[in-house]
């Protein structure tokens, strides 16, 4: 038998929890427990965000159970970011296929209802979020830019690991970014050196990208690494 780890059983202790409640002992956890590593960086991210006044949204392309989500959120408002929507951006099923000898198909399903509790009791406010639910080379789309009216990015988390899936999402937010907005790429470390890292995954994709050039690196923390756009141009 596999005992769930320290964070999610923190998790599954306080999604069982009533509201307002839950949202207490996810903040007691947090800070005094399980302290989120991301924490830094992240605030680094948001306090830019402020300083350079970048309205736009909160864009999380893997959300998983939803930890990183809930910083955010936490964060925006810490900062006086009231505009902000939060995005999440899922399958809810888990990676679509596996690469190299790092992720395999089906890694990282978390249901969409036990994202949605867990973010609900943690304090995000709903009315906020925004759900788009599949596989990204299906679901994200210029309909889906309307239907949400989803037009400016001002923090975009992508964790979806996979180097296809990375390479859909940016060609996705193309249209959104905007000077000072700020990508973080979660597993930009993600493979081992004898695995060309280069080659695969996150890294790969940007490197492809045509606006990668128009960002310059902003932080680095563990195998996460964060850029800044700095100029709207392709050359």
């Known amino acids: 038998m596999t005992l769930p780890s320290g964070k999610d059983f923190l998790r599954q202790f ?27 960086y992240f605030e680094k991210a948001f306090r830019k965000v402020r300083e350079l006044e970048v309205r736009g949204d909160y864009l999380e392309f893997g959300v998983y ?15 006086g970011l009231s ?8 399958s809810f099923q888990g990676l679509p296929e596996g690469e190299g000898k790092r992720f395999a198909a089906g ?5 969409e209802e036990y994202f949605t509790r867990i973010v609900a009791r943690a304090g995000v406010p709903m009315d906020k979020v925004v759900k788009v639910k599949g596989w990204y080379n299906e679901s994200l789309t210029e309909a889906v830019k309307e239907k949400y009216k989803l037009e400016r990015a001002a923090v975009v988390h992508i964790d979806c690991d996979l180097y296809s899936s990375t390479k859909d999402v940016l060609r996705f937010i193309e249209e959104m970014v905007q000077v000072g907005t700020v990508i973080i790429f979660d ?13 695969f995954g996150e890294p790969k994709a940007f490197k492809e990208w045509p606006l990668g050039k128009s960002f310059e690196e902003f ?14 141009r392709v050359s």
Request: one cysteine or more; glycine letters at 4%.
């Open 219 to 232: 932080a680095e923390f563990r195998a996460s690494k964060a850029f800044i756009m700095t100029a709207r």
């Open 83 to 90: 505009g902000m929507r939060f995005v999440a951006f899922d």
């Open 107 to 111: 890694e990282f399903a978390c249901s």
């Open 187 to 199: 597993d930009w470390c993600a493979f081992r050196k004898e695995d060309r890292p280069e080659e």
């Open 14 to 40: 306080f999604a069982m929890l009533p509201l307002p409640f839950s949202k207490w002992v996810y903040g007691l956890a947090r800070n005094s427990i399980f302290p989120d590593p991301r924490q830094s």
């Open 65 to 79: 159970q939803g930890g990183s989500f809930i910083l955010a959120a936490r964060l925006a408002a810490q900062y």
